[in-house]
Protein backbone atom coordinates (compact mmCIF):
# COMPACT_ATOMS: atom_id res chain seq x y z
CA UNK A 1 0.00 0.00 0.00
CA UNK A 2 1.41 3.40 -0.54
CA UNK A 3 1.85 5.88 1.55
CA UNK A 4 -0.84 8.22 0.79
CA UNK A 5 -3.37 5.36 0.72
CA UNK A 6 -2.34 4.55 4.41
CA UNK A 7 -2.22 8.01 5.88
CA UNK A 8 -5.57 8.64 4.49
CA UNK A 9 -6.70 5.45 5.94
CA UNK A 10 -5.95 6.61 9.20
CA UNK A 11 -7.00 10.51 8.67
CA UNK A 12 -10.56 8.98 7.97
CA UNK A 13 -10.94 6.80 10.82
CA UNK A 14 -9.87 9.86 13.05
CA UNK A 15 -12.29 11.80 11.20
CA UNK A 16 -15.15 9.81 10.94
CA UNK A 17 -14.48 6.33 12.64
CA UNK A 18 -15.11 4.54 9.25
CA UNK A 19 -12.71 1.61 7.72
CA UNK A 20 -12.70 0.13 4.21
CA UNK A 21 -15.27 -1.44 3.21
CA UNK A 22 -17.33 0.96 4.77
CA UNK A 23 -16.58 3.51 2.09
CA UNK A 24 -14.37 3.31 -1.05
CA UNK A 25 -12.34 5.83 -3.35
CA UNK A 26 -15.81 6.82 -5.47
CA UNK A 27 -17.96 7.50 -1.61
CA UNK A 28 -18.81 11.13 -1.49
CA UNK A 29 -16.88 12.94 1.86
CA UNK A 30 -19.99 14.51 2.71
CA UNK A 31 -22.51 11.46 2.64
CA UNK A 32 -19.33 9.80 4.64
CA UNK A 33 -19.71 12.87 7.19
CA UNK A 34 -23.09 13.08 7.33
CA UNK A 35 -23.50 9.02 8.00
CA UNK A 36 -21.68 9.83 11.55
CA UNK A 37 -22.91 13.23 12.74
CA UNK A 38 -25.52 16.13 12.27
CA UNK A 39 -23.54 18.76 12.38
CA UNK A 40 -22.98 20.15 8.99
CA UNK A 41 -20.65 19.29 6.74
CA UNK A 42 -19.25 22.49 5.46
CA UNK A 43 -17.45 23.65 7.18
CA UNK A 44 -17.63 21.99 10.11
CA UNK A 45 -16.52 18.70 8.84
CA UNK A 46 -14.54 20.24 6.28
CA UNK A 47 -12.91 21.35 9.25
CA UNK A 48 -12.26 18.18 11.09
CA UNK A 49 -11.11 16.48 8.02
CA UNK A 50 -8.36 18.84 7.61
CA UNK A 51 -7.85 18.60 11.21
CA UNK A 52 -7.37 14.72 10.96
CA UNK A 53 -5.16 15.29 8.02
CA UNK A 54 -2.90 17.90 9.41
CA UNK A 55 -2.53 15.93 12.70
CA UNK A 56 -0.54 13.36 10.92
CA UNK A 57 3.32 14.38 10.68
CA UNK A 58 3.31 12.68 6.99
CA UNK A 59 0.29 15.62 5.81
CA UNK A 60 1.68 18.01 8.01
CA UNK A 61 5.01 18.59 5.64
CA UNK A 62 3.22 17.96 2.23
CA UNK A 63 2.74 21.11 0.46
CA UNK A 64 0.12 19.26 -1.36
CA UNK A 65 -1.67 19.04 1.56
CA UNK A 66 -1.30 22.67 2.68
CA UNK A 67 -2.68 23.62 -0.91
CA UNK A 68 -5.89 22.06 -0.06
CA UNK A 69 -8.85 24.80 0.50
CA UNK A 70 -12.40 24.56 2.57
CA UNK A 71 -13.87 25.99 -1.16
CA UNK A 72 -12.43 22.76 -2.51
CA UNK A 73 -15.01 20.46 -0.67
CA UNK A 74 -17.89 23.10 -2.02
CA UNK A 75 -20.79 21.45 -4.00
CA UNK A 76 -18.72 21.91 -7.69
CA UNK A 77 -15.46 22.07 -6.09
CA UNK A 78 -12.57 19.63 -7.51
CA UNK A 79 -12.80 17.36 -4.00
CA UNK A 80 -15.92 15.73 -3.93
CA UNK A 81 -14.82 11.67 -2.86
CA UNK A 82 -12.74 10.08 -1.64
CA UNK A 83 -10.44 9.50 -4.38
CA UNK A 84 -10.63 12.49 -5.61
CA UNK A 85 -9.06 13.28 -2.24
CA UNK A 86 -6.39 10.88 -2.61
CA UNK A 87 -5.83 12.39 -5.81
CA UNK A 88 -5.03 15.84 -4.24
CA UNK A 89 -2.43 14.14 -2.08
CA UNK A 90 -0.92 11.93 -3.95
CA UNK A 91 1.96 14.48 -4.47
CA UNK A 92 2.51 13.51 -1.11
CA UNK A 93 3.63 9.93 -1.64
CA UNK A 94 7.00 11.52 -3.74
CA UNK A 95 7.91 13.52 -0.97
CA UNK A 96 11.81 11.81 0.68
CA UNK A 97 9.79 11.01 3.52
CA UNK A 98 7.29 9.08 1.77
CA UNK A 99 9.77 7.10 0.05
CA UNK A 100 11.83 6.26 3.05
CA UNK A 101 8.71 4.93 4.58
CA UNK A 102 8.05 2.77 1.50
CA UNK A 103 11.42 1.50 1.44
CA UNK A 104 10.98 0.80 5.47
CA UNK A 105 7.52 -1.07 5.26
CA UNK A 106 8.98 -3.55 2.57
CA UNK A 107 11.57 -4.46 5.30
CA UNK A 108 10.20 -6.62 8.19
CA UNK A 109 11.71 -7.49 11.36
CA UNK A 110 10.04 -10.26 12.80
Not at 38 to 56: E, I, M
Not at 82 to 99: D, H, I, M, P, T
Request: charged share 15%; aromatic share 12%; with cysteine.
Amino acid sequence: MDPVEQHLKIAIYRWVGLKPPAYGASSPLSEMWERVFAAPYLWKGVQKLANALYADPFFQGCPAAHHITPPMFDGGGPIQTVGQLYNALYACGKSEEALDEMELSEQTLF
